[in-house]
């Protein structure tokens, strides 16, 4: 064993990715590497608690110098694995000091020990990898990341929502292991609602030819012209090579049902060494199928890299041929068909998740949005993450995607820029926006010249779509939203809309916020003690905003606004108005945060959808308040709603068109009912009952059948239920939840905005190495219990300094070493101590008496008591075969080979029902089979769902 490895790890089953598994001609590879990554907590401000990251000499001044778990050879198998997409913050706990703003969680400032994160994975690249090109792509990480390779710094990124790429080919080991360590430092905010921490999006490895389409590199878009379309394509070919090179391109273009209508060739072009050229191409299909709302079709475009007449890359563009038109006078057209944007702003965390969502998650949300009518999302304020992005152009979507900070630094524009390029291809965007209410420079010249020169840098890379800017105030000469092609206005309360619409008679208008209303979700009186809001549709925020109603009436009535975005669609952890703590999430959704339906979503569904639908509010359960008058409301589509109490008429009343309907009933126990007409006949109507007791759990799952491989989920709807089947709309059970079969919980909810229930129970760990380090040399090993009784210091010496080769102990002699264990440990954790490998032989001891340890990931583990800490450690070893010029390995932080790993074990997964329902998420464990979600709660009768998890 060389002094390089003397009590290095092996890692018992390597995560390889078969980057470079056929020959290496063969055209791009793209691997997701999600999985088999290992976390820990590192520190925000003490170094040593940080791993020693940071403090090695030539630390960041010379190449391969990485520390702690930077280092390519630090021990990291005492560390958690986890799986990708993944956020920390959401499986810490809430605290009063955390920031309201990000949901109350214990990260951030207040909290330097949960702030920073530590990933690692190993990667395998064969050694017919040697010539080409390998990528690491982020899609993105919250926030201030920096990444490694081998122990080689390569990059750092400030941004939380803008993806990277890393190429890492110069600091690989080809045929060898390779190691990225990437830290995340979520200290800082960005924005004013729950952001998350960690890698919170997809990680992918591609591998090219030096000759290449550069990431994001291909733009296609189409112009319709009577029935053809032009296709114009734009492609970025690079040439990583030394020496320069001639290339031809080759166009290939599908249809939705994946016949070929058209094919473009490209004549040869020269690209310098280390050099790239833009190449454009034409190409016509005849009786193009539209992009729609209703029919989402999409096309594919093939390119492929030639050199001669081999294809050394090739890359495939989804893309989607459809028209957008904004009007200054009669809004917004889609394919020449005038389209109302029925729109919501929403940030990305659902319940019991946090930011790390699955891509079916993404799908379910939309669904969810889709039911009450919505046609468009605004992005708020923050890039779309690109599985968003393919869900909206799947589903037939329209997207605001929007810019995080406004301004045209080198970091800024390159974050814009990035965000252009990733999104250009997918047909579900229609509008751009380069930043958010900037109240320091709304009215300003500079706010202006910003907006323009933003606009500029997206219009060079995107042609096709217009930019917007989002304002919370406007004049009629200067500031952010008036320097925008489409005006965009935050709240009517907050601008003259009449007005600017005529001082802008050429200027599309559109509302990008609207409402901000508060309301929780089954509450019907407010109680500032529970932080609850009654769910009544009103002005309930500040004086420039509007109730939900009155918001989209003035839109509705306005033909020159293009449409608005409500404020917001899913509540979300974070900007906990009207309350403080104990609240730790908004109340603005017209969907709590699980995505069940506040009454106002009903409204804008009334508004939003033709089907035939009536919506009646509140509950009917009010024991003690018999005979006192109820606030009734009901939200309908139809002509006429006629209300019964038991059976007994109040009245039939006409709607008029945006409206709603208000009854005062004295409540009487039993059922009531709303009956909606048109043209005098009934066509719907919803009954509202006084229900029981909670006798029962009742699980509903949006699917029968779950994919295998972890992009998937099963959303499960968990309600409790009286004797009849009747959810009960007061019921507050707990409700413990288990799963057997190839799934795993992954996340628990129940939309109460004062809840403080574990989302996601986790184990937490913390680390701690072994210090004040100590060797004595051995003449036997039976030395070391006597060595270990002597407190002198005779013949001990520090094991880490610098041992001169005629100095360094012979081959087979024996050496002993002692450490504390230095740790304050609170009640209820779980102790193990995990040790690196020795030669054979080696003896442990734990204050001077023999301890065994048992195996764990290849470690020697040995499980402790609390009593057993502070304690001294011990280990006897022979020295390796070719000795060691230092006991331990110094460029990997060696003494952490012996690491103190403290576990607060996770709580159980329950959940108490909110106003009679809750949510739990699955996931697949990546197997097939029959799986079973068991629900159980105190003197509720059981449930269980089953599923069946299928092959992808």
């Keep these: 064993m060389s002094h390089r490895s003397l009590f290095r790890w092996t890692l018992a089953l390597m995560i390889a990715v078969v980057a470079g598994a056929a020959a290496a001609d063969d055209m791009r590879q793209r691997t997701r590497i999600d999985d088999g990554w290992r976390f820990a907590l590192g520190h925000a401000t003490d170094p040593a608690r940080d791993f020693d990251h940071g403090t090695r000499a ?25 799986d990708l997409p993944h956020d920390w913050a959401v499986e810490l706990p809430f605290s009063e000091r955390g920031s309201s703003n990000h949901g109350s969680k214990a990260v951030g400032r207040g909290f330097p020990e949960n702030s920073v994160g530590w990933y690692r994975r190993e990667l395998s690249i064969p050694a017919s990898g040697k010539g080409r090109r390998f990528t690491l792509e982020f899609d993105g990480v919250f926030r ?8 080689h710094y390569l990059h750092h990124e400030a941004s939380g929502y803008s993806g990277f790429q890393v190429d890492i080919t110069d600091y ?20 004013w609602w729950y952001e998350g ?10 591998q090219t030819a030096p000759l290449h389409v550069v990431p994001l590199g291909s733009f296609v878009r189409a112009s319709v012209n009577g029935d053809s379309a032009d296709v114009t394509v734009d492609t970025t070919v690079h040439n990583d090579a030394n020496t320069g090179d001639n290339f031809t391109l080759e166009h290939e273009l599908r249809d939705p049902a994946g016949r070929v209508v058209a094919r473009a060739d490209v004549p040869a072009r020269t690209v310098g060494a280390d050099a790239a050229v ?17 029919t989402p079709q999409r096309y594919t475009l093939t390119t492929r890299v030639k050199r001669g007449d081999e294809v050394v890359d090739s890359v495939d563009t989804p893309f989607g041929i459809r028209t957008i038109h904004f009007d200054a006078n009669q809004g917004f057209f889609l394919n020449g068909r005038h389209v109302k944007l029925q729109g919501v702003n929403n940030h ?26 919505v046609n468009a999302i605004r992005s708020s304020h923050n890039p779309a993450t690109p599985e968003l992005l393919e869900a909206c152009d799947r589903l037939g979507i329209l997207v605001l995607d929007e810019h995080r900070m406004m301004g045209t630094a080198p970091q800024i524009r390159d974050e814009l820029e990035r965000m252009v390029r990733s999104g250009r291809n997918h047909p579900s965007i229609v509008l751009w926006s380069v930043g958010n209410e900037e109240w320091a420079i709304e009215n300003s010249e500079i706010g202006t010249r910003l907006t323009q020169q933003m606009q500029a840098i997206v219009r060079r890379l995107d042609p096709t779509r217009p930019v917007t800017q989002a304002a919370s105030s406007s004049g009629y000469a200067e500031g952010t939203s008036v320097g925008s092609e489409v005006i965009g206005l935050n709240y009517k309360g907050q601008h003259k809309v009449d007005e600017l619409h005529k001082h802008f008679p050429d200027r599309p208008m559109v509302i990008t916020e609207e409402g901000a209303t508060h309301a929780t979700r089954g509450v019907y009186v407010t109680d500032s003690d529970r932080v609850h809001v009654a769910a009544y549709d009103s002005n309930t925020g500040p004086s420039y905003t509007s109730s939900i109603e009155e918001g989209w009436r003035f839109n509705a009535e306005r033909p020159f606004l293009a449409g608005m975005f409500v404020w917001t669609g899913f509540d979300y952890r974070g900007e906990t108005t009207p309350f403080g703590w104990p609240a730790i999430s908004s109340q603005f959704g017209m969907l709590d945060t699980t995505g069940a339906m506040k009454d106002s979503g009903y409204y804008l569904k009334a508004a939003w959808t033709t089907e035939p639908m009536v919506h009646l509010l509140p509950h009917w359960n009010w024991p003690g308040r018999e005979g006192q008058p109820v606030d009734v409301r009901v939200y309908a589509n139809t002509d006429e709603v006629e209300l019964l109490l038991n059976g007994r008429s109040l009245g039939r009343k006409a709607l008029q068109r945006y409206g709603h309907l208000q009854w005062s009933v004295p409540y009487a126990p039993g059922s009531l009912t709303a009956r909606g007409y048109k043209a005098g006949k009934l066509v719907t109507q919803e009954t509202v009952s006084t229900t029981g007791d909670g006798k029962a759990v009742r699980l509903s799952v949006d699917r029968a059948k779950l994919r295998a491989g972890g992009d998937d989920v099963a959303v499960v709807t968990v309600n409790v239920v009286d004797r009849e089947g009747r959810v009960v709309p007061t019921a507050s059970n707990r409700i413990a939840f288990e799963t057997t079969g190839p799934v795993r919980l992954i996340g628990m909810g129940n939309g109460d905005p004062g809840s403080h229930e574990a989302d996601k129970p986790a184990e ?20 070391a219990a006597p060595l270990l009784a002597d407190a002198g210091s005779a013949g001990w010496r520090d094991p880490f300094a610098w041992v001169p080769m005629d100095r360094q102990p012979a081959d087979g002699a024996w050496n002993l070493v002692t450490a504390t264990l230095d740790r304050q440990v609170p009640a209820g954790q779980r102790l193990v101590l995990l040790l690196g490998e020795a030669a054979p032989g080696v003896r442990y001891f734990l204050d001077g008496r023999p301890i065994t340890p048992r195996a764990e990931a290849g470690m020697a583990a040995v499980d402790l008591e609390p009593s057993d800490v502070p304690g001294q450690l011990a280990v006897a070893f022979p020295t390796p075969a070719g000795g060691t010029r230092a006991l331990f390995d110094a460029a990997q932080s060696g003494r952490r080979w012996a690491t103190l790993r403290s576990t607060t074990p996770a709580a159980p997964w329950q959940r108490s029902v909110f106003n009679g329902q809750a949510q739990v998420i699955l996931q697949s464990t990546g197997e097939t089979g029959r799986a079973t979600l068991h629900a159980r709660g105190d003197g509720l009768a059981a449930a269980e769902a089953v599923i069946d998890v299928t092959p992808n």
């Design 278 to 294: 833009d190449v454009s191409a034409q190409l016509r299909v005849t009786a193009p199928q539209l992009w729609s709302l209703e």
């Design 764 to 783: 937490l760990h913390r680390y701690a190495a072994a210090t004040g380090w100590r060797h004595h040399a051995l003449a036997r090993p039976e030395d």
């Design 58 to 82: 030539f630390f960041f001044g010379k190449a391969g110098y990485g520390d702690g778990p930077a280092a390519a050879d630090f021990e990291d198998r005492p560390w958690r694995r986890v």
């Design 348 to 373: 990305q965390d659902h319940a019991g998740i946090g930011v790390a969502l699955p891509d079916g998650m993404h799908e379910a949300r939309l669904r969810m949005l889709k039911a009450m009518g």
């Design 197 to 206: 921490a960690g890698i919170y999006r997809h990680v992918w490895l591609t």
């Design 144 to 151: 201030d990341s920096v990444v490694w390779v081998n122990g």
């Design 172 to 191: 690989l080991n080809f045929g060898g292991r390779n190691v990225v360590a990437v830290r995340v430092d979520a200290t800082t905010q960005e924005g």
